[in-house]
């Protein structure tokens, strides 16, 4: 069984200043076999952490639509914010790349309609069920129940902004080698982890400052 965190950020995310190297030693360190990189609306840091540790980093990219966020594995073209949701879909799909989505009943980090998760899922790959950064263990609970109700494969990530967060939470699930086998593979997955402490959302609060006065 394979254990990997599906939900990671680098300094290429606004709300980020992870550093690559920092990143795959935090993943490495946790037991981390995959770690799927997953800036905001861009595809520059996955690749950077990919050429680095091509045996550990899939790329991947999180999707802002004009309600919530999409969390893309094995993206290969960058997807720009700001599109309808299926719209965004359509160009990962496009491409070959396992959607999932991220932190769907999650009120503070969300925007997702109940109609627009009911358009979503039976298009999606998964949705995500257990992130750990979610201020209650509720919004992973409500996440659960809509997958176990629609039938769809969970994912599981940490969210990660800073080293600390890598791998607090994880999915295990057979081996695959690209989206066409994780979407097998995903179906019989099993979530592990737990929530960070709500301060961890310093670490971004942090971060923006830090990119603010540098600007």
Do not use: C
């Amino acid at each position: 069984m394979l254990k990997v965190d599906f939900h990671t950020h680098t300094y290429r995310s606004k709300d980020s200043v992870t550093k690559i190297q920092e990143l795959i030693k935090a993943a490495r360190t946790r037991g981390l076999d995959r770690v799927v990189v997953t800036d905001h609306n861009t595809l520059r840091g996955a690749r950077e952490a990919f050429e680095a540790a091509p045996d550990l980093v899939i790329p991947g990219e999180e999707v802002q639509t004009t309600e919530g966020e999409l969390l893309a594995a094995f993206v290969t073209v960058e997807v720009p914010r700001g599109l309808e949701p299926l719209d965004a879909l359509k160009r990962l799909k496009d491409q070959g790349a396992f959607v999932s989505i991220s932190h769907p009943f999650d009120p503070h980090r969300s925007g997702w309609k109940i109609e627009t998760l009911e358009q979503l899922a039976p298009l999606v790959d998964a949705i995500e069920i257990f992130n750990a950064r979610v201020i209650r263990a509720s919004y992973n609970q409500l996440a659960q129940e809509f997958a176990a109700a629609h039938r769809m494969a969970g994912t599981a990530g940490s969210d990660g902004h800073h080293p600390s967060e890598i791998g607090r939470a994880y999915s295990l699930l057979p081996e695959f080698n690209d989206a066409k086998t994780l979407r097998s593979a995903i179906r019989l997955a099993q979530v592990g982890g737990r929530i960070s402490s709500p301060l961890v959302h310093l670490y971004s609060t942090r971060a923006k400052i830090i990119k603010a006065l540098r600007s």
